[in-house]
Every structure is written in C-alpha cells, then in structure tokens.
C-alpha cells in the first residue's frame, strides 16, 4: 500500500533528519542532500509496510552512500563542519583545547576508514542499532557485523595511535 | 601480546552489551592483569564517546526546503498528471463508445463463413456475425451454388480437381462463362445464377467440349500476338436444383437431389449485411467430399 501523503510528511519528519545525518558523516553535507532527497522518491514509489519503514530507509541510504564512495573519489574530501566548542564556560581551557584537537585526530582517522567500517560505527554508536539491524542494513551477517565492528574499532585505535607517535 | 587478540574481540563486544555476565567477569579479570587490553578498551570507550558526541548536521531550514521539493516532486506531480489525463482518457472513451454505436463493435472480427456442414442433402452455411434482418430476403433469393472443377483449389496440377489450362491468343478468349464464374460483383449481380449455371452444359469427361469459343484458340503465331496461359476456363457444372433458407445466421441450401461432390462456389449477395452493416456478400469456395466440408476461401 503507498503511503498517504499526510503519511510521508509523518515518516519525512521522523527520518529525514537521522538519515541526512548518517549520509552526511559518510558523504558530505551536499550529497547527503541529493541522496535523502533519492530515498524519500524511492519510498514514494515503493510499497513498504509500516513497520519496516527504518529499516528500509536506512537500508536504502546505506546503499545509496557506499554507491556513491565507488564511483567517485570526493569522499574524502567532503566538507564536515568542525567540531563545536562544547566545554562549559568554566572548563579548562587547555582541557577543551586537547578535546578539539582529539577530535580532529579522531576525524580524519575515521574518514580513512572504508566507508563499509565507518557506516558499521555509525550505526552500532550514533544510531543505537543491534548487530540484527546492522545486519539487515547492510546484508552482512550478524558474526560478521560482530568482528567488524572489533575490526574497525581496533583499526581506528591504531590510526590514532601512529598520529599520535607522528 | 599474542593471546590478547581474543581479549580485544571480548572488549568490543562487552561495549556493545553482548558479553553474558560470566564472560564478561572474565573479561575484567584479565583486563586486571593486562595494561594493553586496558588500553585497548579505553579507547574503544573513548572513540564510541566521541562519536555519539558530534554534533547533527541536519540543517532544520535545509531539511524543511528538502521536505518541499519532495512533495513536489511526488504528491504534487502526481495530482497535476491526473488532472491533466483525466480529459483525454474522457475524450478517448467517448470516441471509443461512439465509434462502437456506428460502426459496430470494434473488437469483433469481420462478417465470415465460420462453418459449412452437410447434413443428408442439406448444407449448412454457418457465418460469424448475425446477419442484417433486413437482407435477408435477398439471402433466399440471390444465393447463387455453382460447382465443378474449375472452383477448385489451385494445389498441383496433378489433382483430379485442377483447373484446365490452354494456351491462348492475348484477348483471344471471351463469352459470359469467363466472367461470373470469377468476378464477385458481376456474378452477385446477376441473380439469375443458379439457373445460368443449371442451363450450361456439363463438362465432358476431359473438359475439351466446355470450351466454346474454338475458333478463338488459334495457334500462337508471332504476327498475330503473344502467346498467354489462361486457366479455369472451363464453364460452370451444372448443380442439381436447390431451395435456400436462413436460420438465424445460417444459411441452408437444401438440395432435391444428392450434394454435389468436389468443389462448390458460394455466392452471396453484395447487398447481405451483417447486423452492423458489414458485407457477408462475397464469394465463398468449399470442397464437399461426401460428407467432409473444407472452406478453402476466402
């Protein structure tokens, strides 16, 4: 059954906003436009039940965005906002000075990840998913979600790490 | 170093809850033991920390703009277009409905002999569409029976029922045998036909004393013009003497005497029409081999 379009604007609303997020930390501000912008036209088109709405769009934009890293080579030099001065008025300043600059480390190691092991991360820490969700998002099996999360967990560890040393 | 790969692996999936409590006591009792394994789960911790901290990039001003063009492009688009087929697909249906009242309907197939069957001394002409009721007088009237070989169907020159062939001066040949025995309409206009044919002698065994016109069969000579191949020249058999009826679209020829055997030219009236005004009136050619009806035409 197609959704109403009373519907749409209700799952627009609940989505939009998680998943423009989630295609942004993966391809940039711009393409995430674009790309939420195809999920929403192919949700438009398609007949998905109620309950399988999530899983379906985030399925869709996760495709979308790995689609996107195989075709052209920008991914890595998409645009991201920096990261925002957080510490509270009366912190430390060398404390949020060190946080920043963490930060910045943590991102440029996390965009040399392949893009596969960064939406992993993204989905297990910013969007709460279980091994079962990451599996039926991105067609891996539930042990492989398993070892690939240690995987790419470990393998950002060791990035920052030779930053570090360097 | 080399055992803790294990431990590591145990690490991450403690931070994501999927330890039962007795692995993961295990795992706090090794980490004890392990700076390195301590290490590694604090940066683990560390990094799934600073991932949940980034800020949302989703703009709500983008988002809503984005929102919009969507719509536009679904909901919006979509009502437009019907609006705009809505006319036409109107239009079309009343050209369709009208062109159904005048012209009959449209998807049914054109007036044909559907089926001849042979019952005693009776032929049964079954056609696919009722006839006109109007016509029908003419049916009983006009229909015109003539039989003998030169109706057969061309198949070989070896059959017993082939066509007679001569050689002939161009325009040599003439006489009302050449005439209604082929072309529709003069013969269909003639609604004497039967008799005509009844009035013709029989072919003699050979065919040579149908043809009348000797003196026109002079031999080619190249003064008096080219040399051409006429064929089914021989004049209509005579058919034994029938009535015609209609039942329904049926047309039935009843015969006084035994069916005629071999090939039988039908000839319906120009003027008989189908219910929707098609012409049933052509000739139709069947072959009757005691009993066993073919249709060869049209």
Same mark, same amino acid.
């Not at chain 1, 820490?125 to 998913?129: I, K, L, M, T, V």
């Given at each position: 059954m197609a959704h109403s379009e009373d519907e749409f604007e209700a799952i627009y609303d609940a989505w939009a906003p998680a998943l423009f997020n989630f295609a942004a930390r993966l391809v940039g501000c711009q393409e995430a436009r674009d790309l939420v912008q195809e999920v929403f036209l192919r949700l438009f088109r398609a007949r998905v039940a109620q309950d399988k709405v999530r899983p379906w769009l985030y399925q869709v934009t996760y495709h979308l965005c790995i689609d996107h890293h195989r075709k052209s080579n920008a991914a890595r030099t998409y645009p991201v906002p920096d990261f925002p001065d957080r510490g509270s008025p009366d912190a430390n300043p060398e404390t949020v000075y060190l946080a920043k600059e963490f930060t910045a480390r943590f991102l440029a190691a996390f965009r040399d990840l392949p893009p596969e092991q960064q939406a992993l991360l993204l989905l297990r820490?910013? %969007? %709460?998913?279980s091994y079962q969700e990451i599996a039926a998002i991105t067609g891996f099996t539930v042990e492989a979600v398993r070892s690939r999360l240690y995987r790419t967990r470990l393998a950002l560890h060791r990035a920052l790490e030779k930053g570090e040393a360097n | 170093m080399a055992d803790c790969s294990y431990w590591e692996y145990q690490t991450s999936l403690a931070l994501d809850g999927e330890l039962s409590p007795g692995a993961n006591d295990e795992m706090f009792r090794h980490l004890a033991e392990c700076p390195h394994c301590r290490l590694v789960k604090d940066a683990f911790e560390k990094s799934a920390q600073v991932l949940r901290a980034l800020p949302d990039l989703a703009d709500p001003d983008l988002l809503a703009g984005l929102e919009h063009d969507i719509i536009q492009k679904t909901y919006r688009t979509r009502r437009k277009l019907n609006g705009r087929l809505l006319w036409p697909a109107a239009a079309l249906l009343v050209a369709f409905t009208a062109a159904n009242l005048w012209l009959g309907p449209l998807w049914q197939r054109p007036a044909l002999l559907a089926a001849a069957v042979a019952q005693g001394n009776r032929l049964e002409l079954t056609f696919n569409q009722p006839m006109d009721g109007t016509s029908w007088p003419e049916t009983v009237t006009k229909t015109g029976i003539t039989a003998g070989p030169e109706y057969a169907p061309r198949v070989g020159s070896s059959s017993p029922a082939a066509p007679l062939s001569l050689q002939a001066t161009a325009n040599s040949l003439a006489g009302p045998e050449f005439g209604p025995a082929r072309g529709g309409p003069a013969t269909s206009a003639n609604p004497a036909l039967p008799q005509t044919a009844q009035s013709l002698p029989a072919p003699a065994a050979g065919g040579s004393s149908a043809i009348k016109h000797s003196d026109d069969l002079a031999p080619s000579h190249p003064l008096t013009g080219p040399t051409r191949t006429f064929s089914a020249v021989a004049p209509p058999a005579a058919a034994p003497p029938y009535t015609v009826t209609r039942q329904g679209n049926t047309i039935v020829v009843s015969f006084a005497g035994p069916l005629p055997q071999g090939p039988v030219q039908i000839l319906i009236p120009a003027s008989v029409r189908d219910r929707w005004g098609r012409p049933l009136g052509q000739a139709y050619l069947i072959v009757i081999d005691h009993g066993k009806i073919t249709i060869k035409s049209p």
């Open positions: 820490e910013r %969007n %709460n998913a | -």
